[in-house]
Every structure is written in C-alpha cells, then in structure tokens.
C-alpha cells in the first residue's frame, strides 16, 4: 500500500515562513491533500492540488508538488501563532475502488511557533 | 450547507453498553468514510460507503458495525467495545471523484 512520510516537528519564528514536507511511494495518487488539525478538534481541509499540476497558490499557502521524487510541501507564508497545529498530508486514489477511496495519511507535522 | 455534523461530541460507555455514532451531511456527497484516530497519530480508515453500499471494510472487528440509511447520513453502531477502542471518530464525506474530502469535528469515544 501507500506509504506517505513526514517529519514529526517543524520549529519556527513568528513572521517567518514555514515548509512542511512530504513524501510517498505510490505516483498513481490523484489528488494530494494538506489537512489542518488544532488540539481536540477535527479535520480542517487547507488546500489540495491535482496530480497533472506542479504548484497552487492560495493566499498565505503554497503546495508544491514534485511527481519525479514524489514529493509534496506546503509552504506558509508569514507565520502566525493561530499556525500552530499538526499538519497532514494525505493521498487518494479515487479512480481505484469504484470511484470512492480513502484517504492515507502522513504521521503528522507538529508546527511550533516561536515568539 | 458545506459541513460534516458529528453527534454526539463527546461519549463515554462502558464495555457493555450499545451506542450509535450520528454522522450527516447535505452536499450532495455520495461517498461517506469512517476513519478512527488515536492521540497524535494520523486517521485510519475504517468504512467507506459509496452510494450507500459498503465499498470498503478494512478489516475492521465487528463489534463496529457501520450503516448508511440514505446518502445523507451515516451511522457507526457500536457494541461490546474495549477500552483500547477509546479514540476521537471521525466521519468523512466526498464526491465520489473524490475532490475534496470534508471531515466532521469528530465524536471522542471514552470505553470505561
């Protein structure tokens, strides 16, 4: 199966700009995905980029996507304390399955803001 | 309505006891996902429901028994459960392309 990996801990200054990670084994994932999750609290879906795509800008937010070294990142720009949260990248496959698959997840990036 | 509505948010039960998990939303989504997510660790998945039938059990003990009475809700009956099933459960639902996977604040799950 998929296996998508993350560095567990990203530190960085207020202000600064943060670039958070990933990388997966299977290229015929389709859509790539950036979840955001604050302690206790669900899923929050921050942006996702089609696999025929190399980059997507939204506001503070910038996916990358390199499909020859199967890697993904999420850069935040301007990094702010409402920031710190564990960020997830996930994979689907949606083609596969009948039209319905699930997502894999990364292990998680813990965002630490430092004043 | 672009939401995932999870009810209850917060259940504790005991190891006898038989509880439902609600899950509903009204995007016209067709697919809907249960996923368990243990503390600082990623979601898993546990059912997928594709037109209301189940497309995907990932081998999951049936003491969880999930059902989807229409294409707007969702439920995860519970029955007999351990405490090492105590964890925040998450529903999902999607358009069966699979763009844009919205998640519910979840239900976490105490088993005393």
């Known amino acids: 199966g998929e296996d998508v990996e993350q560095s567990l801990f990203l530190s960085v200054r207020e202000g600064d700009s943060s670039v958070i990670n990933c990388t997966y084994t299977?290229?015929?994932?389709?859509?790539l995905y950036w979840y955001k999750q604050e302690p206790g609290a669900g899923l929050q879906l921050l942006t996702y980029i089609f696999s025929n795509m190399d980059m997507k800008q939204d506001q503070r937010l910038t996916v990358l996507l390199n499909k020859k070294d199967k890697h993904l990142s999420l850069r935040i720009a301007d990094t702010q304390t409402g920031d710190s949260a564990i960020y997830f990248c996930a994979l689907s496959d949606p083609y596969s399955g009948g039209g319905a698959d699930g997502l894999t997840f990364g292990k998680g990036t813990h965002l630490i803001i430092q004043p | 309505d672009t939401e995932v509505t999870q009810t209850p948010k917060h259940l504790v039960m005991g190891m006898t006891n038989k509880k439902s998990l609600k899950c509903e939303q009204h995007m016209g989504h067709r697919a809907m996902y249960w996923y368990k997510q243990k503390a600082k660790k990623p979601p898993e998945l546990m059912f997928v429901?594709?037109?209301?039938?189940?497309?995907i059990n990932e081998s999951v003990p049936s003491r969880f028994s999930p059902e989807c009475p229409n294409s707007s809700l969702l439920n995860l009956h519970l029955h007999a459960l351990q405490p090492e099933d105590s964890a925040l459960y998450l529903c999902?639902?999607?358009?069966?392309?699979?763009?844009?996977?919205?998640f519910g604040s979840g239900t976490r799950l105490t088993v005393v």
């Open positions: 429901y594709s037109y209301e039938k189940l497309s």
């Open positions: 999902a639902s999607s358009p069966t392309g699979g763009r844009g996977y919205t």
């Open positions: 299977d290229s015929s994932s389709t859509y």
